[in-house]
């Protein structure tokens, strides 16, 4: 009875979900947490602490130790990891890793008598890898525009402007300020394509899924785009890996996963993708129609897209769907760290957090937050800075909703451009198994929110895949219709209805809030009368 396993290296875990295709069941669902488990790593929140709010980097090597550890606690859990008949797997998306020439034969010679880590170190040509949390590279992203004609050309070329996190940016900062490590590097690789090299014990292909959140794809041909390469930095062809669609297999799992956990050798390695090409599986999104909102460290809310469409504004993202068509998305940074910072900072419980938002009225009394705890990508915010209009810092309850709402009102404002009709949402996540929180979705969006069995869906999504594409490669090839069925089916009974009086609130705060971000990002006025104005509407 082949398993599946979909691995997520995401920006605070590593995490696993094993499936059985044959009776449709999850057969495991775990998480590695790298702050609790790799605290020697030097992390928090899975990011290398830093005095610039613009840096984040992470440790590479704790992404590795993450894997060793899984591997283990799957064994010590009991898993019979000789059954498992292809991996595949989802990588926070844009970051990078920065390898040196001896990695190709150390990821061939790899050793079951010492960890991944320590085999992997002297590999790194640059001990730290960007991540997507970083907003350093404006400078870059000037340059990069620049050369190329200018952020519309850049977007119609690659399915996006330049954006801070992308990996062209990072690479071509890292070029200007570390040249010498630059030419030490013989391979650059996206965090999804890191872990598939280790995995399968050689380079592995970045998929076009993935490859789409670089700034260095064309997303028309999904081929290396020259102009973009030229623009980015020198020599950069050479040290980019093959692309590859998101069903190629990269070759039989490394003999070190055999001999040290008992993996089969005959066990596949796909390619991987990144997180939000993998959800869009995960939550079974291969049609147009319905939109996903993933409440993770980062909020995401994407679609499905038959035909890539730029967003006009610049603040949207086109990526590769593994379907082979497109999605579209948009990123909103302060996430779950948001919501975080606001519990942490009033001592909350989250029951407490979703009291609070029980007990206070829709639409806040006209009290606004803009969450900037840290710089935020849509819109864009370099300098992280909390604003609060007619909201008192003493307020506790008024500061939760005020998070709250203001990531949905910033949501619905900003996805316009993607033309999507939002009658039903999907949310994922972990924070998506919050009804609370899920309540506000559905009242600001006017929509039904469903909830999923598997919040995971970036993993349930990467399993899925190596499902799909070892079927094909063993010639009993299944629709994506028939590999998902029963995975991906939203609970009916979980529906959150909007309700009605909130639903009469909502399009008037979200004019209020649209004011408030006008004032405090492109010098509109102060938003008095907008408040006086929502309090008359609602009242
Ligand atoms: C998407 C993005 C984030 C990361 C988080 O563009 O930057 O969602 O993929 O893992």
Same mark, same amino acid.
């Given at each position: 009875?082949?398993?599946?396993? /979909?691995?997520?290296?995401?920006?605070?875990?590593?995490?696993?979900?094993?499936?059985?295709?044959?009776?449709?069941?999850?057969?495991?669902?775990?998480?590695?947490?790298?702050?609790?488990?790799?605290?020697?790593?030097?992390?928090?929140?899975?990011?290398?602490?830093?005095?610039?709010?613009?840096?984040?980097?992470?440790?590479?090597?704790?992404?590795?130790?993450?894997?060793?550890?899984?591997?283990?606690?799957?064994?010590?859990?009991?898993?019979?990891?000789?059954?498992?008949?292809?991996?595949?797997?989802?990588?926070?998306?844009?970051?990078?890793?920065?390898?040196?020439?001896?990695?190709s034969h150390v990821l061939k010679v790899l050793s079951p008598a010492k960890s991944l880590s320590a085999q992997m170190r002297a590999s790194l040509s640059r001990p730290v890898a960007p991540i997507w949390m970083d907003s350093s590279t404006r400078q870059q992203c000037d340059e990069i525009e620049g050369i190329v004609g200018g952020a519309t050309d850049v977007a119609n070329l690659t399915g996006s402007r330049c954006f801070e996190r992308f990996t062209g940016?990072? !690479?071509?900062?890292?070029?200007?300020?570390?040249?010498?490590?630059?030419?030490?590097?013989?391979?650059?690789?996206?965090?999804?394509?890191?872990?598939?090299?280790?995995?399968?014990? &050689?380079?592995?292909?970045?998929?076009?899924?993935?490859?789409?959140?670089?700034?260095?794809?064309?997303?028309?041909?999904?081929?290396?785009?020259?102009?973009?390469?030229?623009?980015?930095?020198?020599?950069l062809r050479g040290k980019l890996p093959t692309l590859a669609p998101s069903n190629r297999i990269v070759g039989r799992i490394s003999p070190y996963f055999v001999e040290k956990y008992g993996f089969s050798p005959r066990c596949r390695v796909m390619v991987w993708s990144g997180d939000n090409p993998n959800s869009l599986i995960g939550v079974g999104l291969i049609q147009s129609g319905k939109v996903c909102i993933s409440l993770g460290t980062s909020d995401t809310y994407f679609g499905f897209m038959p035909e890539p469409k730029i967003s006009p504004q610049g603040e949207g993202h086109v990526f590769g769907s593994p379907t082979g068509d497109y999605m579209s998305l948009i990123c909103f940074l302060n996430g779950s760290l948001a919501r975080e910072r606001v519990k942490d900072a009033y001592r909350l419980s989250w029951a407490q957090f979703s009291d609070a938002l029980r007990r206070t009225k829709p639409g806040n009394s006209g009290k606004v937050m803009l969450p900037y705890?840290?710089?935020? !990508?849509?819109?864009?915010?370099? &300098?992280?800075?909390?604003?609060?209009?007619?909201?008192?810092?003493?307020?506790?309850?008024?500061?939760?909703?005020?998070?709250?709402?203001?990531?949905?009102?910033?949501?619905?404002?900003?996805?316009?451009?993607?033309?999507?009709?939002? &009658?039903?949402?999907?949310?994922?996540?972990?924070?998506?198994?919050?009804?609370?929180?899920?309540?506000?979705?559905?009242?600001?969006?006017?929509?039904?929110?469903?909830?999923?069995?598997? /919040?995971?869906?970036?993993a349930l999504g990467a399993a899925l895949r190596a499902a799909h594409a070892d079927l094909k490669a063993s010639k009993e090839p299944m629709s994506w219709e028939e590999v998902a069925e029963g995975f991906t089916d939203p609970i009916q009974k979980s529906r959150v209805r909007p309700n009605r009086e909130a639903v009469r609130v909502y399009p008037e705060?979200?004019?209020?809030? &649209?004011?408030?971000?006008?004032?405090?990002?492109?010098?509109?006025?102060?938003?008095?009368?907008?408040?006086?104005?929502?309090?008359?509407?609602?009242?």
């Open positions: 009875m082949p398993l599946y396993l /979909g691995l997520d290296s995401s920006t605070q875990s590593l995490s696993a979900v094993l499936l059985n295709l044959e009776t449709r069941e999850v057969v495991l669902n775990h998480a590695v947490s790298f702050d609790e488990r790799l605290p020697e790593c030097g992390c928090r929140n899975g990011v290398l602490p830093d005095s610039d709010p613009t840096i984040a980097h992470s440790n590479p090597l704790m992404w590795l130790a993450a894997l060793d550890l899984m591997c283990s606690d799957l064994q010590a859990a009991g898993v019979d990891l000789s059954s498992i008949a292809a991996i595949s797997g989802s990588g926070q998306q844009h970051g990078s890793v920065y390898l040196k020439s001896n990695a940016p990072q !690479i071509r900062k890292f070029w200007r300020t570390e040249s010498r490590r630059y030419e030490n590097t013989a391979k650059i690789h996206l965090v999804s394509s890191f872990m598939a090299s280790v995995l399968a014990g &050689k380079h592995a292909p970045i998929d076009h899924g993935d490859g789409a959140g670089m700034n260095l794809m064309d997303i028309r041909t999904s081929q290396w785009s020259p102009a973009m390469l030229k623009a980015t930095a020198p020599g705890f840290a710089p935020e !990508i849509t819109p864009n915010v370099l &300098k992280p800075q909390v604003y609060r209009y007619g909201l008192k810092e003493t307020e506790v309850r008024a500061n939760v909703r005020a998070v709250v709402e203001a990531q949905m009102a910033s949501m619905a404002i900003h996805s316009g451009w993607m033309g999507v009709q939002t &009658k039903t949402i999907y949310a994922t996540g972990g924070a998506s198994a919050n009804r609370e929180i899920l309540q506000v979705m559905a009242d600001v969006h006017n929509a039904d929110v469903y909830q999923f069995e598997v /919040g995971n869906s970036a705060f979200i004019k209020l809030y &649209k004011t408030c971000e006008d004032n405090a990002l492109r010098g509109g006025s102060y938003p008095v009368s907008a408040r006086e104005q929502f309090l008359d509407q609602v009242s």
